[in-house]
């Protein structure tokens, strides 16, 4: 039982850092922006990207390994887990592939086209990586409502 929350602690821990990453630039780096001459901006999302996707790495394949630990060795499977986990299950896989795309397709072309000084190409593929970004943060919200549910819904 204490390692079962040790485990959901530190899944929660992730998704706080993961959505929380998203909301802050999608929400308020992003606007702040605004002021800035170009091509500062997209010069800046260069340096940002990097150390926010390292941190999205590190949570994410936590979040799927103790996602899985806990539906497994706590509800016994998918055949003991509620619809509410199977939806939260299906979201998370959903944002997990959306991220490797974003990281595998999206992002080297955002990165080469700003080292190479392309920033008509750099500005497409950042609305592109915008664009997965906002619906991410929005099924990562809805996981958070869901897991914030658990107790008064008896998940």
């Not at 001459?37 to 260069?46: A, D």
């Not at 887990?81 to 959306?98: F, K, R």
């Amino acid at each position: 039982m204490e390692l079962a929350a040790v485990i959901l602690a530190t899944h929660l821990l992730s998704a706080v850092i993961w959505v929380g990453g998203m909301f802050f630039a999608y929400m308020v780096l992003r606007p702040a922006m605004g002021s800035l001459e170009p091509p500062q901006p997209l010069l800046l999302w260069r340096q940002v990207f990097p150390r926010f996707f390292t941190w999205v790495w590190i949570t994410m394949i936590w979040l799927v390994a103790s996602g899985y630990w806990m539906l497994f060795v706590v509800y016994g499977g998918f055949k003991g887990a509620s619809p509410l986990l199977h939806v939260m299950n299906g979201l998370g896989l959903i944002m997990v592939v959306l991220f490797v795309w974003l990281y595998v397709r999206r992002w080297p072309k955002f990165r080469d086209a700003v080292d190479t000084g392309d920033m008509d190409t750099a500005v497409v593929m950042l609305g592109k990586i915008r664009h997965i970004i906002a619906v991410n943060l929005v099924f990562g919200l809805i996981n958070c409502v869901i897991g914030g549910l658990t107790p008064w819904v008896g998940i």
